[in-house]
């Protein structure tokens, strides 16, 4: 990556004198991996935001924001450029809308929604991190997933320098995908809709959820969750090889979905480590750090997996965590 010039960092330093520079990364991410941001800025609100990412522009640093950390991957050589943490934390519930700024953390607004009598973002309570980030990923679990409560995200389109409205349509969801994952925005806000419901049942549904992830997941654990998607197909036939070696529950061909950590799984891979990198023995779709692993230790680990994925099973992994400064 090409380094910033001093009179590009002093430049954004006069424009936004709150970034700081050379700011350590890691402790900022759930994997609690990742070298330093050669400038950082924390943006408190939508105008903040904004600011933070026009000037990058203007100056031509390389920029990227993010939210809650908790699906990123920081390269150990950091990020040379302007790092942005969407910590904007406003929300409204007015009825049965709710407008939530990116920097809102869904778990916290997922608790709020059910104390308001709302029910329909229940799962929102297992998803670590930020409305923006879970926007952005489409992010769901236990039967939810942001496309079915989004109605409307206002972001900045970075490449034609405009702010725009996108309906649930526009934002081309589909399984952990949206337009932003293509074409650059800054995600601002979104709208959920949600419906009037019972609040006993709700509370009952977060604390199911709740307790499940506690079964089903490392707990306490430093990582990122999934690191990749599920397996998708359209075509049976994709299976062939995979049908070989191990039974594929008729459960997971009804849906044309093989978790990945039911892959991994399959293959004895739970517990593999490289360098203080594991897959986790409790869930094999999750990576975690052990303490003091490189962002190269997760790499190898991940094309170690994705490598006896392909080679034993004949299948191809895509990643669903994010990697920053690579
Ligand atoms: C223990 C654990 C369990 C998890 N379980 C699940 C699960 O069940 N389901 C699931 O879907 N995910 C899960 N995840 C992954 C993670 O919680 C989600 O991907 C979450 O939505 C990430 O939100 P974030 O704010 O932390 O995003 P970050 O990690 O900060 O960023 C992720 C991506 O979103 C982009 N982004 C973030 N905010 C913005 C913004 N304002 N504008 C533009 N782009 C933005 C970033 O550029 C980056 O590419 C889990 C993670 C952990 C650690």
Redesign the pocket.
């Known amino acids: 990556m090409t380094s910033l010039t001093q009179q590009q960092v002093d430049q954004y330093l006069s424009l936004i004198p709150s970034a700081k520079r050379d700011e350590p990364i890691a402790p900022k991410?759930?994997?609690k991996i990742g070298g330093p941001a050669r400038l950082f800025v924390v943006a408190n609100s939508s105008d903040e935001?904004l600011a933070a990412v026009k000037v990058a522009k203007e100056v031509g640093i390389p920029f990227?924001?993010?939210?809650?950390?908790?699906?990123?991957l920081v390269s150990d050589d950091g990020f040379e450029g302007v790092l942005i943490?969407?910590a904007?934390r406003a929300f409204k519930i007015d009825g049965e809308k709710v407008v939530a700024d990116?920097?809102v953390f869904?778990g916290l607004l997922a608790r709020e929604t059910v104390k308001a009598g709302l029910e329909g973002f229940e799962w929102g309570i297992?998803?670590?991190?930020?409305?923006?980030?879970?926007?952005?990923?489409?992010?769901?679990?236990?039967g939810g997933?942001m496309k079915d409560v989004v109605t409307n995200v206002r972001?900045y389109d970075v490449a034609n320098d405009r702010e725009m409205n996108y309906s649930n349509a526009e934002c081309g969801f589909a399984y952990?995908e949206s337009r932003?994952?293509h074409e650059p925005?800054?995600?601002?806000e979104a709208t959920l809709t949600l419906k009037k419901g019972d609040p006993v049942l709700a509370q009952q549904k977060l604390e199911e959820i709740m307790g499940k992830?506690k079964e089903t997941?490392?707990q306490g654990?430093f990582?990122?969750?999934?690191l990749f998607k599920n397996f998708e197909y359209q075509d049976e036939s994709a299976l062939d090889i995979a049908k070989r070696d191990v039974e594929i529950p008729p459960e997971m061909i009804a849906v044309k979905r093989i978790p990945a950590g039911w892959l991994i799984d399959k293959l004895g891979l739970k517990g593999k480590t490289i360098g203080k990198a594991q897959v986790s023995p409790v869930h094999g779709n999750?990576l975690v750090n052990l303490g003091g692993a490189t962002a190269n230790d997760v790499l190898q680990l991940s094309s170690y997996v994705k490598m006896k994925v392909r080679d034993e099973l004949g299948l191809l992994l895509e990643d669903?965590v994010?990697y920053?400064g690579f």
């Not at 297992?126 to 236990?142: E, H, I, K, Q």
């Not at 925005?185 to 601002?188: F, P, R, S």
């Not at 990582?223 to 999934?226: E, H, I, L, V």
Request: net charge positive; aromatic share 12%; glycine share 20%.
């Open positions: 991410t759930y994997l935001l990227y924001v993010f939210g809650g950390g908790a699906n990123i943490q969407a904007t990116a920097g869904t297992g998803v670590p991190g930020t409305v923006g980030g879970a926007t952005y990923g489409n992010a769901g679990c236990f997933e972001a952990r932003f994952k925005h800054v995600i601002l992830r997941q490392p654990a990582t990122a969750g999934c999750f669903e994010q920053v």
